[in-house]
């Protein structure tokens, strides 16, 4: 009877600290469009006081009942703990090719005491795609994220896949009715650690893509891919520059610079709407010295070196919001900004689960990056970084991820602990054109991640296993195809009166005699009637359509080499309730050749095949069988075609836990 009664308490207990442990609804807006609310440091502030108070008070009573959860797992562990390093886009093309050689020694020693394979990813192998079956184990159609953007048909609209926007409208306590917004997680499926945490299993998640907004689970959560920065975007930098207008460039902005006196000039940094804009001081404090001052903080770099982090603090009326940013001086000065990373020490947006891990984390590694794409692409595309500084900022986000995860291999003692690292994947995508020969830049970026393996080996304790896996290969990008010119082309879409092509958002289509669209990198839509906005292709007429643009697009070339290697219908390769979110045909281009960077949000450009002339010329948005992924474990295992969706129902298994019956994949 007493046992019984203290369980009810503590079930009681536990339900009040589960109640503070969920993120709070958003308390204010940040950025035009910005697609996210934000939570004041004050409340952050105060949930992780509340937090961290009921985990000390109430351990003892969460340590019991998470003992009983464990004794009701269905089926007996096979090991303590499994431990998954994530190494996004890692190919297994150049894996073979440098373990040949020996350049991967702990990679091929893991391989020769446990297993490897290539791993099939989704269709398209996009990331947010891929990332999202790892974790659910299911495929697109029951996950519902099918590229990294979704097409709003009713507007001809490309918007976020993973995250969905809500704007309403709230009275203060002064009566003062104010837009407020709140963003939710589209990620159809629960992930697998949400399973393990019915039977007390914890675990430990590290920025695996698609976990933003954190939900809350049985341990800690940073999230990945699709956090935000303070403006609201994706990511916008800043250059300030003397005599510098406010303009505004793909991928950021550029603001003045003004000389005060001699020596030390004055800049701002535009913020989240509604803010003020954050001034800051550059001082040349000695030869080839700069000194960045920004309220009451100081931080001193190298002419043409990236900086370490500088707190830059917004005022919204009495709230204050806080961002964190790096900095490179160039000669004029000019001066380069890094996108407004949400501050983990003090988030204003529900950066992690619980609130308070992100700053946990930043006590225990340092200050570190917390947007979803964090290394700034855009910047060296357009000139304003150069290739060194780059890739110095890639290496020092990755450093912060190494101490994450080191943090975490050393407290956690049984469970699940998931770390994925995108420098792998950013690096190949800015320097696939250099090549791969000893040197290179690539090379020493799979020998990094060798070492990085090996050390993970190295923490690895007796009943514990580990997984090494990447969410699809890579293959060149040197030839943009512009599928909204080809459907022009092809007359499968109908320009307006007058328009030869179109810089923005469909603006200029006539849908009135429009049969497709592109949208996206992977996916062309069929005008269809009532679910278009002003869509004329009839349900009868589906399925000949289809079959039409496939034949066509097959038959598309450049010169004498075939652009499309593959066009599959989504009924014939996805399952589930979420199906209807697909694209209609997704095209899988061959090695080289990728969806062009305009017709991605609804451009139609002169050509339909052209150059690409951009930094960025490495992809994996082809044919998924052209961009395999990898899979290592530490022991054997008799699957010789895994998919990446095989990978939640083993990890189920292996800790005591049936795999439900609606996942796709299979154990190993």
């Known amino acids: 009877m007493l046992l019984t009664l203290n369980g009810r308490i503590a079930l009681k207990l536990i339900f009040i600290s589960a109640l503070l442990l969920f993120p709070a609804i958003a308390q204010g807006y940040i950025g035009p469009g910005a697609g996210f609310g934000i939570l004041t440091s004050f409340v952050v502030f105060l949930n992780a006081i509340a937090v961290s108070l009921l985990s000390f008070l109430f351990w003892p009573v969460m340590v019991f009942i998470r003992s009983i959860k464990k004794r009701r797992r269905p089926l007996k562990a096979e090991c303590d703990k499994v431990v998954i390093l994530g190494l996004d886009g890692l190919s297994p093309h150049l894996v073979e090719k440098y373990w040949e050689n020996g350049d991967l020694p702990n990679l091929k020693k893991l391989s020769e005491e446990g ?86 299993v914890r675990s430990t998640i590290l920025r695996v893509p698609i976990t933003y907004p954190p939900e809350p689970l049985d341990g800690r959560l940073l999230s990945g891919m699709c956090v935000p920065d303070l403006r609201g975007s994706q990511g916008s930098y800043t250059v300030m520059a003397p005599e510098g207008a406010a303009t505004s460039f793909t991928g950021g902005i550029g603001c003045a610079l003004t000389e005060q006196e001699k020596g030390l000039w004055l800049g701002v940094i535009p913020g989240p709407e509604g803010c003020e804009p954050v001034d800051v001081l550059l001082k040349k404090s000695g030869d080839g010295i700069w000194e960045i001052r920004s309220g009451d903080e100081m931080i001193k770099i190298e002419h043409k070196r990236l900086s370490g982090w500088l707190t830059l603090c917004y005022r919204a009326g009495r709230t204050k919001i806080k961002g964190i940013a790096r900095f490179r001086v160039t000669d004029g000065p000019v001066v380069y900004c890094t996108a407004l990373h949400v501050d983990p020490s003090s988030p204003v947006v529900p950066l992690s689960h619980p609130v308070h891990y992100s700053r946990y984390l930043a006590g225990a590694v340092g200050q570190f990056a917390t947007l979803g794409l964090a290394e700034d692409t855009w910047a060296l595309s357009n000139g304003h970084l150069d290739e060194k500084s780059f890739l110095d900022m890639a290496w020092a986000y990755y450093g912060e991820r190494k101490r994450m995860f080191t943090n975490a291999l050393t407290n956690g003692k049984d469970g699940l602990t998931v770390c994925v690292f995108d420098t792998s994947d950013r690096i190949q995508h800015m320097f696939w054109g250099d090549g791969f020969d000893p040197g290179s830049v690539i090379h020493k970026m799979y020998i990094e991640m060798d070492r990085l393996v090996g050390e993970t080996v190295a923490r690895m304790k007796k009943n514990q296993r580990l997984i090494v896996l990447s969410d699809h290969g890579f293959t060149s990008f040197h030839t943009c195809v512009d599928f909204n010119r080809w459907l022009v082309d092809n007359d499968y879409m109908v320009l307006e009166d007058g328009v030869k092509s179109i810089d923005a958002s469909y603006h200029g289509v006539d849908w009135s005699r429009t049969k497709a669209y592109a949208m996206g990198l992977s996916g062309i839509n069929l005008n269809m009637k009532g679910r278009e906005g002003k869509g004329i292709v009839t349900k009868k007429e589906r399925s000949s359509l289809m079959l039409e643009i496939k034949e066509k697009l097959l038959q598309l070339k450049d010169g004498n080499d075939h652009v499309i290697r593959s066009v599959k219908f989504a009924g014939d390769i996805y399952s589930g309730g979420y199906v209807s979110r697909s694209p209609d045909l997704i095209p899988g281009t061959n090695a080289g050749y990728r969806a062009d960077w305009g017709c991605v949000t609804g451009c139609v450009g002169a050509k339909t095949i052209y150059p690409n002339d951009r930094h960025w010329n490495g992809d994996h948005c082809h044919d998924s069988d052209l961009v395999k992924g990898i899979l290592f474990t530490s022991w054997k295992h008799g699957s010789d075609n895994p998919s990446i969706m095989d990978v939640a129902p083993s990890v189920l298994k292996m800790l005591g836990v049936d795999p439900p019956g609606y996942m796709d994949g299979r154990t190993l």
């Open 115 to 200: 297993s490897y394979t290539r791993m099939r990813t989704t269709t398209p192998g996009i990331s947010p795609v891929a990332w999202s079956s790892f974790q659910t184990g299911v495929n697109p159609g029951k996950h519902g994220i099918f590229d990294f953007l979704a097409a709003d048909r009713k507007r001809y609209l490309a918007v976020l896949s993973s995250v969905k926007t809500k704007t309403f409208s709230k009275r203060n306590f002064l009566g003062i009715r104010k837009k407020k917004m709140s963003s939710t997680l589209l990620r159809m499926s629960k992930p697998f650690w949400a399973l393990l945490g019915k039977y007390g």
